[in-house]
């Protein structure tokens, strides 16, 4: 079973999240792919300091899309800090998965510095997408070179137009009470205005 694993703190999920997932899972003819919200990212600040809030939020995203889309609460079960190895693990060793990891361009240019990154490149095959606006091309090859030749790393290159969004454009914006209706599913919109998310500038160091 060829199975993706799109992982990120999706505070908010956004159209871009989507329209790149959808792509994933099309490109790749993957029998599933896992939209898997961290509970505690390692490496970053986030605004809502409840992972549960981003898990629903991203439900409703991308909820409905496909069947072959689902949303997985894996790594808010298993709490503390989310490490992809680990994520990989449960697929990797515990099933007959395939599994593929989706990576934007700062995550690809990284990924040897993460825990058990030798692990990651064993057990997965790296989807990188790259963005319209990626300006070190050279860096990115140069990269993938040294992921071939140093973990015999599997890596894919997404033929994909990347939509230029960033969560914490549309954190700032909305915090401004800037119309982000374009940027969002309406319903998620719809949810943030509720809750009253986003709407102060603190952020938790997790």
């Known amino acids: ?45 986030v605004y809502d300091n409840d992972p549960y809030t981003r898990y629903e939020m991203a439900k409703i995203a991308f909820g409905g899309i496909s069947d072959k889309i689902e949303v997985s609460d894996l790594e808010l079960k298993r709490k503390g800090r989310s490490y992809t190895a680990e994520t990989i693990s449960y697929f990797a060793e515990y099933g007959d998965y395939d599994v593929y990891l989706l990576c934007g361009t700062d995550m690809f240019l990284t990924l040897d510095e993460w825990y058990k990154a030798e692990y990651i490149f064993k057990h997965s095959t790296i989807v990188h997408a790259i963005r319209n606006n990626d300006a070190d091309i050279e860096l990115i090859q140069y990269k993938s070179k040294c992921y071939k030749e140093k973990y015999n790393a599997k890596i894919y290159t997404l033929n994909s137009s990347v939509i230029e969004l960033s969560s914490s454009e549309i954190r700032d914006k909305i915090f401004s009470n800037i119309d982000v209706s374009k940027l969002l599913n309406e319903d998620v919109y719809a949810y943030i205005k509720k809750r009253g998310l986003y709407i102060n500038k603190l952020k938790y160091e997790i």
């Open 1 to 45: 079973m060829r199975v993706g694993i799109y992982g990120g703190t999706f505070d908010p999920p956004h159209n871009g999240h989507v329209n790149i997932c959808k792509n994933f899972l099309s490109q790749l003819n993957l029998d599933k792919v896992y939209v898997m919200p961290s509970f505690i990212p390692p490496h970053k600040l």
